[in-house]
């Protein structure tokens, strides 16, 4: 009996297959995370058409920074499956300037949580 090596051709093939598939659901899960900030954002926007007090405008700010991050994640794997325009995701989803102007933007971190720029050095002498 003779060893045949394995084809490699098509071990590739199903590599790129599967890349392929979880590029693919990562879109589709990245893309319901930017629906999901969006329409919390619409939603508050609903409930607080009157002037919100100062605690209503720092959830709302909070809601914009979120759905900034969200479309930038979004984005961000839509260039990464080759998907280069995105002016049609501000279209399609409806995206408010605001919210593609903190796009890339982290949400700001809790008062406790906050994560250092750099980490500290202690002085050298």
């Known amino acids: 009996m003779q060893y045949k090596p394995p084809n490699r051709s098509a071990s590739a093939h199903l590599i790129e297959t599967e890349i392929i598939a979880e590029q693919a659901s990562a879109l589709g899960r990245l893309g319901r995370g930017l629906e999901t900030a969006l329409q919390a954002l619409r939603d508050f926007d609903a409930a607080h058409a009157a002037a919100p007090s100062d605690a209503g405008r720092r959830h709302r700010a909070a809601l ?4 900034g991050y969200a479309l930038w994640l979004f984005v961000v794997q ?16 409806t995206v408010p300037t605001e919210v593609h102007v903190r796009m890339g933007l982290p949400p700001p971190q809790p008062q406790g949580k906050r994560r250092r720029s750099s980490p500290s050095r202690p002085d050298r002498p």
Do not use: I
């Open 64 to 67: 914009v920074a979120e759905a």
């Open 78 to 93: 839509r260039e990464a499956c080759g998907l280069r325009d995105s002016r049609a995701v501000m279209r399609d989803y």
